[in-house]
């Protein structure tokens, strides 16, 4: 795929959707962050059923620290693996609150020293709280740069390389929110809405799929 071809796929996803933001339900950078956490092998609509409940709760650091493991597992039990993710919220609150100040650093290295927080969570931190143009590759932006050939690569790592390398400055704060609603709403895993998708001539999917095959 040239670079003309793909931003003209970054025009017709900004002219689409001009302010994209993520559909994880948050007020404050911590807020966020414990979400994003909670979201990974779950729905964000199963984490913001938890949330809704938990952050009116505990919001803060401390808060959280308040409510300990077993406060915090019966926020989240409906979301899975949540018997180590009220964990790893707790240990990352801890840390927050005796080496940042009860704030969340605005720093990768931070960031990702934080238990449960890998580099996809702190960029999705970093981009969303904070507006750094980085990129966060989750399965759904995998698939999609890939099956469109948009940016390839054998794994999220060279695929988040791929496109910090090919995406224009001007488009690299909201290209992960445009890429994940794409995927998640038209470039479907199983069965891709091609014949509905608003970049299907510019898709360099061979095998596209339609409503009446």
Not at 59 to 83: C, H, R, S, W
Request: hydrophobic share 40%; glycine share 6%.
């Amino acid at each position: 795929m040239n670079k003309d071809k793909r931003r003209l796929i970054l025009e017709r996803l900004q002219a689409n959707n001009p302010k994209p933001e993520t559909e994880l339900e948050f007020t404050s950078p911590y807020e966020l962050l414990v979400a994003v956490a909670l979201s990974a092998q779950a729905t964000d609509v199963s984490v913001n059923k938890a949330t809704r409940k938990l952050f009116p709760v505990a919001n803060t650091p401390q808060a959280m620290l308040d409510l300990g493991v077993e406060g915090v597992k019966e926020y989240i039990k409906t979301i899975g693996l949540f018997n180590t993710k009220a964990e790893n919220v707790i240990k990352a609150a801890r840390i927050l609150v005796e080496q940042h100040g009860g704030e969340v650093p605005e720093d990768r290295a931070a960031l990702e020293k934080l238990p449960g927080v890998g580099r996809k969570t702190a960029n999705v931190v970093l981009n969303t709280a904070f507006g750094w143009p980085t990129i966060a590759v989750d399965t759904h932006i995998f698939r999609v740069s890939n099956r469109t050939k948009f940016a390839m690569g054998k794994n999220v790592d060279e695929v988040e390389q791929k496109l910090l390398k090919v995406v224009p400055a001007e488009f690299k704060v909201d290209v992960h929110h445009w890429l994940i609603l794409h995927g998640r709403y038209t470039c479907l895993a199983r069965k891709p809405r091609c014949g509905s998708c608003l970049i299907e001539d510019l898709c360099e999917f061979k095998d596209k799929v339609y409503p009446d095959e």
